[in-house]
């Protein structure tokens, strides 16, 4: 549900705003800045912070207002934000890479989901255990997604190559369709996204090889702005950059209560008990070694740097630059 898509951003769904009354005053009495905010797909489980951020009137204390909107796709998310059709961005780090090699002017200001949930999914009766039970099985993805391109390299960390394995190209939507009426063995997906929903539709338990566990990591999600956001207003940044982190540390603590914030958020929604497996399989995405005492967003240049080399070894960029090219540290989370 994250393929990267090019292109620009058609309209999009207005699927919350700022609590608090909706008034347009922040919590400190000043005048709140209305700010957008576009997500990588139709709002789910992994975005519950956003919401809760809202309704504890996180954000309107920092002097924002913020309207969520939804995505239809992490590359069409990026080249709108670079755009300057959305204020920030909610998106896959990979096709950020991919868009600013392409020239589109916008960066990352701090990623949050650091270990990847790229992961292959499948009904735990299936007996998939290790990489190599994949051999012979049939495999759902979506052409020209990231997963399309990240899993030949999963493969090959684990002394297997693609001819080993039944690639079928699916629509988004259609891959979990797949696995559950037995026409695929498995799919390529995230695993803070479909599993939970394939086993409330099936009644069956879902088991996973995540890609982080068997050799592959590489950065996901995080926030990003656009160049010229970043020089005409780098205090409103600071301030959005510091809301985010307050709220996603906030829905750490009270993973219930974020799930229940996004009630609403969207026809598109999950079912509650979806919405929070899918929050708290996305706590588990949080950190890298070199952060799992830090705050969540706070990113170090060596994960930068191992991420921008996985994603040039893979194919998803042709050259590895400076993480400064893809990443504004000056305002990224600290602590």
């Given at each position: 549900?994250?393929?990267?898509?090019a292109?620009?951003?058609?309209?999009?769904l207005?699927?919350a705003?700022?609590?608090?009354?909706?008034?347009t005053?922040s919590?400190?009495?000043?005048?709140?800045?209305?700010?957008?905010?576009?997500?990588?797909?139709?709002?789910?489980?992994?975005?519950?912070p956003?919401y809760?951020?809202?309704k504890?009137g996180?954000?309107?204390?920092?002097?924002?207002?913020?309207?969520?909107?939804?995505?239809?796709?992490?590359g069409?998310t990026?080249?709108?934000?670079?755009a300057?059709q959305?204020?920030?961005?909610?998106a896959?780090?990979?096709?950020l890479?991919?868009?600013?090699?392409?020239?589109?002017?916008a960066?990352?200001?701090?990623v949050?989901?650091?270990?990847t949930p790229?992961?292959?999914?499948?009904?735990?009766e299936?007996?998939i255990?290790?990489p190599?039970?994949?051999?012979?099985r049939?495999?759902?993805?979506?052409?020209?997604d990231?997963?399309?391109?990240?899993f030949?390299?999963f493969?090959?960390q684990n002394g297997?190559q693609?001819?080993?394995v039944?690639?079928?190209?699916?629509d988004?939507?259609?891959?979990m369709?797949a696995?559950?009426s037995n026409?695929?063995?498995?799919?390529?997906?995230?695993?803070s996204d479909?599993?939970p929903?394939?086993?409330?539709?099936?009644?069956?338990?879902?088991g996973?090889?995540?890609f982080?566990?068997?050799?592959?990591?590489?950065?996901?999600n995080?926030?990003?702005?656009?160049?010229?956001m970043l020089?005409?207003d780098?205090?409103l940044v600071?301030k959005m950059?510091?809301?985010?982190q307050?709220?996603?540390?906030?829905a750490?603590?009270?993973?219930?209560?974020?799930?229940e914030?996004?009630?609403?958020a969207?026809?598109?929604?999950?079912?509650?008990t979806?919405?929070?497996e899918?929050f708290?399989?996305t706590l588990t995405?949080?950190h890298t070694d070199?952060t799992?005492?830090?705050a969540?967003?706070?990113?170090?240049?060596?994960d930068?740097?191992m991420?921008?080399d996985t994603?040039?070894?893979t194919?998803?960029i042709?050259?590895?630059a400076?993480?400064s090219?893809?990443?504004e540290?000056?305002?990224?989370p600290?602590g």
């Amino acid at each position: 549900m994250k393929k990267l898509l090019a292109g620009a951003l058609p309209a999009l769904l207005l699927v919350a705003a700022c609590g608090g009354g909706g008034g347009t005053t922040s919590g400190s009495g000043g005048e709140a800045r209305e700010v957008t905010l576009t997500l990588n797909w139709y709002p789910y489980g992994e975005h519950a912070p956003f919401y809760y951020g809202v309704k504890q009137g996180i954000y309107d204390k920092h002097g924002i207002k913020l309207k969520i909107q939804a995505g239809q796709g992490s590359g069409k998310t990026v080249t709108a934000t670079g755009a300057g059709q959305t204020d920030f961005g909610w998106a896959d780090t990979s096709a950020l890479a991919t868009a600013v090699e392409q020239g589109v002017p916008a960066k990352s200001i701090g990623v949050f989901l650091q270990t990847t949930p790229a992961s292959v999914q499948f009904f735990t009766e299936k007996n998939i255990k290790k990489p190599e039970d994949l051999k012979g099985r049939s495999v759902a993805t979506t052409a020209g997604d990231a997963l399309t391109k990240t899993f030949p390299a999963f493969l090959k960390q684990n002394g297997m190559q693609e001819s080993d394995v039944s690639i079928q190209n699916i629509d988004p939507a259609g891959k979990m369709a797949a696995v559950i009426s037995n026409r695929t063995d498995v799919l390529l997906g995230f695993a803070s996204d479909q599993g939970p929903t394939i086993k409330e539709k099936s009644g069956k338990d879902v088991g996973y090889l995540r890609f982080s566990e068997f050799g592959l990591n590489y950065f996901s999600n995080g926030l990003l702005t656009s160049k010229s956001m970043l020089q005409k207003d780098p205090e409103l940044v600071k301030k959005m950059v510091t809301a985010t982190q307050e709220a996603w540390a906030a829905a750490e603590k009270a993973p219930e209560a974020a799930a229940e914030s996004m009630k609403g958020a969207a026809e598109q929604l999950p079912s509650p008990t979806v919405v929070l497996e899918q929050f708290r399989t996305t706590l588990t995405l949080l950190h890298t070694d070199a952060t799992k005492d830090k705050a969540p967003g706070v990113n170090t240049v060596e994960d930068w740097k191992m991420t921008i080399d996985t994603f040039q070894k893979t194919g998803i960029i042709k050259e590895a630059a400076d993480p400064s090219a893809y990443w504004e540290e000056s305002v990224a989370p600290r602590g």
